[in-house]
């Protein structure tokens, strides 16, 4: 079998679905999410726009598939055209069809177009890093361009949502303490990969945050179910779950154990994970194993009693980098039956229509400063951040602050759930642990991801039915944040 770009891509993130994809039944996998068919429409749309905004000449090789691609693009390659589009390479086992070719002395780089942002983790203070998942897409066709002996050296780039053609040298080590490189990670999912389409090797499948929108996601969880595995304890991730493994079979297993037994001094026998997490982890298996396990609280918490109590939600769609809905649930004395919901949302895909619905947004928060304000996650804040940086007029960076002073704003996730709560649940999302405490959301498949689905078609056709589809969705999240609060309220240690 060749390896693709997108086999690598896939790998990074889930080596079972890489085996599954090859080996599995097709009738076993669940229909293509709308979210996911929506990212690649998108990315094949922001790809059009790119090359049609690029203003240096350009062999555009997109009509031409297969072998005759293959053959296009070399004979490009021999005549030195400078910037090739869309072209196709290949050598042994791996094939690639990089969005760019770009001539350099010496030969080629390779670079992709990607509608997200070319690096992860950075902000207005700090350069963000290189994503792995990009970076071994443009490492295999370096590789495919020095078998071929045609490469520029071993680096590329990824033209991002923001235009900027990102850098990605693959050869410099990834910090100070870790000396390996990206080329070093590539060549280490590459014998990965390999082993696995050679049937050498059968990964086992693990629960993670990326498996909902998977189309293996029913197949998985069925068979991580039935082997009681360990990744359906809340944060005991791959990784750990296969260290453990010889020791540790099951979430049975480790909730029968003795946590000492695995105890090595200030450590534990298995690589990367400490004892303080060790006994978390017993602690949640010792609960899940239980015949009708209860959520508790494993320490003190205080919460502020306020009489008006507003719960906030916010959607986002990052491939417009657009705020376009914020909900707010309003509740007095703690009566749900005083509760309404309060939205701001952009009619538009346009700065002018984000702006507006953020000011009065804005607005209604600060309206009411003897308010208690409940939100899940820091997401909130940081598109708050974003939005003033953005649109300046409205407040300064000092009002956001202000706004989410921890004395006022409570983030019920990150202050709450994971500092003080114990849930018998396999995560703690906010659909979860509302759905464990009896909520049900209005829409049959609710999601962050499907709001933004939903908002590309009410931006397309301007369809009613979408945009209260869209209004009923956030307020159910912010109905599921109140439900939340008094779950945990009547929570006892």
């Known amino acids: 079998m060749h390896i693709a770009a997108s086999t ?18 097709p009738a076993e996998r669940d229909p293509s999410n709308p979210f996911v068919r929506l990212l690649w429409e998108r990315g094949a749309l922001f790809e059009e726009e790119v090359v049609a905004e690029l203003e240096r000449p350009f062999t555009d090789l997109s009509k031409f598939k297969g072998k005759e691609k293959e053959r296009l693009t070399l004979e490009a390659i021999r005549r030195g055209d400078q910037l090739i589009y869309s072209g196709r390479i290949s050598a042994d086992d791996l094939v690639g069809v990089p969005d760019l070719l770009r001539k350099e002395i010496g030969g080629y780089v390779p670079g992709d177009i990607k509608s997200g942002s070319g690096e992860e983790g950075g902000d207005e203070n700090n350069d963000g890093k290189p994503k792995l998942h990009y970076a071994v897409q443009l490492a295999l066709y370096v590789d495919i361009l020095e078998r071929l002996g045609l490469s520029a050296g071993r680096r590329g780039f990824i033209w991002d949502i923001d235009e900027d053609a990102v850098p990605y040298d693959l050869t410099v080590p990834l910090g100070p303490k870790n000396p390996q490189s990206l080329w070093g990670k590539y ?17 086992l499948a693990a629960y993670s945050s990326v498996c909902k929108l998977c189309h293996w996601y029913t197949h998985c969880v069925e068979q991580l179910t039935a082997a009681d595995d360990l990744t359906l304890i809340p944060y005991l991730g791959r990784t750990v779950r296969d260290a453990m493994r010889d020791n540790v079979s099951s979430i049975a297993a480790l909730a029968a154990s003795n946590p000492d037994a695995f105890m090595r001094g200030k450590k534990t026998i298995f690589p990367g994970l400490g004892q303080d997490r060790l006994r978390l982890f017993h602690e949640r298996a010792v609960m899940l194993s239980q015949p009708d396990p209860k959520p508790y609280l494993r320490a003190p918490i205080m919460l502020r009693v306020a009489s ?14 657009i705020c376009y809905l914020h909900g707010i649930i309003e509740r007095h004395d703690g009566r749900s039956e005083t509760e309404k919901f309060v939205y701001f949302f952009a009619e538009e895909e346009s700065d002018e229509a984000e702006r507006d619905a953020f000011a009065a947004a804005y607005a209604y928060l600060t309206g009411q400063p003897d308010a208690a304000i409940y ?40 202050d709450v759930v994971l500092q003080a709560t114990e849930w018998p649940t396999r995560d703690h999302s906010i659909k979860t642990l509302a759905k464990y405490l009896g909520f049900s959301w209005r829409d049959a498949h609710p999601s962050g991801a499907a709001s933004v689905e939903w908002f590309d078609r009410w931006c397309r056709e301007r369809d009613p039915a ?17 439900v939340l609060l008094d779950g945990i309220r009547d929570l006892a240690i």
């Open 308 to 321: 008006v109590e507003l719960f906030f939600d916010i959607e986002v769609d990052p491939l417009r980098d």
């Open 187 to 203: 060549q280490e999912a590459l014998a990965q990969c390999r082993a696995i389409l050679a049937k050498d090797v059968t990964p």
């Open 466 to 482: 979408i945009k209260q589809r869209i209004l009923e969705y956030n307020e159910d999240d912010c109905r599921a944040t109140r």
């Open 375 to 414: 939100f899940y996650s820091k997401y909130e804040r940081t598109i708050y951040r974003k939005l003033q940086a953005k649109y300046p007029d409205v407040c300064d960076n000092g009002d956001i602050e202000q706004l989410f002073d921890p004395a006022r704003a409570i983030d019920l996730y990150g």
């Open 8 to 25: 690598l891509y896939d790998l990074v993130q889930c080596p079972t679905r890489v085996a599954l994809d090859a080996f599995g039944d």
